[in-house]
């Protein structure tokens, strides 16, 4: 655990290798997260999704020089699916990064998904709270080309921009279906393109449709930019201080805030609860008799995950009951 | 729990196609890596910075241009530097033969020529990482 004031100092190498540590869910990952997150909760995160080749790489590249050119030290998570066949994966984030990655000032990091739905890796939420300890102020994050149903990014970042761009087709559509809901921030990016004021349009079509949610709510507009040459970036780059301007009035960032422990609280209870309570009845012999009576079709698999969680509840009451200094011992059920 | 090999494939210099490192690249992922590629005309420095920030077991150095006697060294060199030693390092494409002792002697674990078979490198490098384990 000597990475840990080293990380603290900002030394990238520490950095890096805390960040496998916890991709990898090595023995170690669990303390060091719970040993620098009273440290945490420094940074602004910035979530970039949208469909694939919109130009989400390259206009993270522009955002990070921005942010750099106003003395920000500035960390970069890049999410690229893992191939379901192979488990390997190619991570070609940096390859649109070349501005910011010349910059020692800008911390990198590309993930594979890893089997992880929802746009992003397992390990993102800690990925941030490990550069944000490093003291990187400012974190862009960047999912998977993303379709319909990739909103995990909301969860982490306090501002999340939605990325489309011109002839995507049918994309447009599931932006429309899927992440609309999600986008603080709109840019249509390419915008030199030809069809960028109808993709510009049908975007803010879709904005005006929202339900309104009263006077004071954000309104999130669409943007142009031309990622490639910079063209538009730093009006993003305003939208998106403005953005946080919002969140800074009336209480917002402690909703925002609440929400987000929330939704990392919630999951931890789902993986946690369901880990001990299938070691449990794998241990105990329960889960062998429960999915036998589910083969016969004497219990349907809802049913039975029922009657497991009443066995194992039912075990640990009557063993607390009986003598609590024997509880947690194994084979006592 | 089994950990990913992490791989930089790394194009220095001035070359101007990169159709063998990505041929590599995907080898690699096809063989279940993590490759982080970062394109052409990386400065050693670059490379180095990728491999520190990206924490990879293996740096593999594509390279036609004829400058491998400067590059490579310096990149076995900044990575010694940045206390990443370990690190694995291969080159692959074209190497005259009398300049591979000098860069086995820098530090290079293997050099590849044309005409290496992809599953020979794919075994070279996960008998070296997990053997290095």
Sequence with gaps: MDLI?????????????????????????????????????????????????VGKSTLTDQLAVRFRQEGMPVGVVAVDPTSPFTGGAILGDRLRMTRAAGDPGVFIRSLATRGQLGGLSRATGDVIKLMDAAGRRLILLETVGTGQAEIDVMNYAHTTVVVAAPGLGDEIQAIKAGIMEIGDVFVVNKADREGADRTVAELEMMLDMAPDRGGDAWKPRVLRTVARDGTGVDEVLREVKAHWGHLEQAGRLQVWRRRQAEFELAGMVRSLAAARLLEWAHQTGVWAEVRDRVVERSLDPCAGAELLLREYREAFGRRAAKSPGTAGRRGEV | MSDIIRVLVAKPGLDSHDRGAKVVARAYRDAGMEVVYTGLHQTPEQVVEAAVQEDVDVVAISILSGAHDVLVPRIVNLLRERGRGDVLVLVGGVVPEEDIPALEQAGVARVFGPGSRLEEIVEFTRRCVRGQG
Aim: hydrophobic share 40%; net charge positive.
């Design chain 1, 5 to 53: 004031p080293r990380l603290l100092a900002g030394e990238s190498p520490a950095l890096a290798r805390a960040i496998t540590l916890v991709e990898n869910q090595h023995p170690d990952a669990r303390e060091l997260v719970a040993r620098l997150y009273p440290h945490t909760g420094q940074a602004r995160v910035i979530g970039i999704t949208g469909p694939p080749g």
